[in-house]
């Protein structure tokens, strides 16, 4: 362990990017027992507000927590597209594919900070639970505005660090503009 973090950082992720695969299954464990005792992800996943026909970027997708939703949320002529750096997260969303026969969604193994998801494409992103794990936001930021529309939203929520932070990041970027926050994330834009 880096000797300038605390263990709250080094089990919250913060500052790792790529968690090994034990802490993949047991991220996945416990937010498996925060979804069925407290209905953590359909709370938070009713606070996106997606519409039918958008494209969606799920940033950051984890165990998949809210594929299926997102899936039926933008219905048959939108598209899901489940990105993440860990070859578990998008074997986790490919078995809930198959097992819910969700034909909007496709799997994106990202490259570090970029992906093969295509330009201007996403009316809107999310990155859920991840942003306090990533090391270089601005990079991360770059990727976003590469693929979302012009007129595009993208949803940061804090995950494990306080709201200043996830703004400051933001802000220091100089790519986004953020236009609204609530209790979970803060609702971007493309900086005009």
């Not at 048959?76 to 909007?104: C, E, F, Q, W």
């Not at 990079?139 to 660090?161: A, N, S, T, V």
């Not at 709201?163 to 100089?174: H, L």
Request: hydrophobic residues 40%; proline residues 3%.
């Amino acid at each position: 362990m880096d000797s300038k973090k605390t263990i709250g950082d080094y089990l919250s992720g913060k500052g790792r990017e790529y968690i090994p695969d034990m802490a993949f299954w047991i991220m996945t464990f416990i937010m498996k027992i925060m979804d069925v005792f407290g209905n953590h992800a359909l709370r938070n996943f009713k606070n996106l507000k997606l519409n039918q026909g958008q494209v969606v970027i799920d940033y950051g997708c984890g165990p998949a927590r809210y594929i299926k939703d997102a899936s039926k949320a933008v219905g048959t002529k939108g598209m899901v597209y489940a990105v993440d750096i860990h070859p578990l997260a998008i074997r986790n969303v490919n078995k809930k594919i198959s097992k819910y026969k969700l034909k909007n969604v496709k799997t994106v193994l990202a490259n570090g900070y970029s992906c093969s998801i295509p330009d201007k494409i996403a009316d809107v992103i999310y990155a859920l639970d991840m942003f306090h794990m990533i090391e270089q936001p601005t990079m991360l930021l770059k990727e976003f505005k590469r693929m979302i529309k012009p007129d595009g939203i993208i949803i940061i929520e804090d995950g494990h660090q306080l709201r200043a932070e996830t703004k400051q990041k933001i802000e220091k970027s100089g790519l986004l503009t953020v236009l609204d926050e609530c209790k979970s994330y803060v609702k971007c834009s493309l900086k005009s």
